[in-house]
Nanobody, 127 residues
Framework: QVQLVESGGGLVQTGGSLSLSCAAS????????MGWFRQAPGKEREFVAA????????YYADSVKGRFTISRDNAKNTVYLQMNSLKPEDTAVYYC????????????????????WGQGTQVTVSS
């Protein structure tokens, strides 16, 4: 089992920045993807960004490309999401997730493909 604990988040004004962290423990990921998803009230959980744990390749939703950056620190088993130029529509609960796969991992943008989840952290962007 992989345990994921998020930190960061909070309230920020439009145009501001926030940073999220997700620390993994337990049966730590050796390959596969770590991803960030978000869910706004009344909306389905949506893909934000993901990183291939082995290669470091990154992937983003079009809505955050150029504003958000996902990164990882393998030694600390931690993944980060740096969010810049935040907009009110970025307001949501943000979740960290792990998708354990073999060596030739394939990116999944569907949250249902992810095996393990953090508890979520609120991000609120005021206009």
């Amino acid at each position: 089992q992989v345990q994921l604990v998020e930190s960061g988040g909070g309230l920020v004004q439009t145009g501001g920045s926030l940073s999220l962290s997700c620390a993994a423990s337990g049966r730590v990921l050796s390959s596969g993807f770590m991803g960030w998803f978000r869910q706004a009230p009344g909306k389905e959980r949506e893909f934000v960004a993901a990183i291939n744990w082995r290669s470091g390749n990154t992937y983003y939703a079009d809505s955050v490309k150029g504003r958000f950056t996902i990164s990882r620190d393998n030694a600390k088993n931690t993944v980060y999401l740096q969010m810049n130029s935040l907009k009110p529509e970025d307001t949501a609960v943000y979740y960290c997730a792990a998708d354990q796969q073999g060596f030739w991992a394939v990116l999944h943008r569907d949250w249902r493909e992810y095996d393990h989840w953090g508890q979520g952290t609120q991000v609120t962007v005021s206009s």
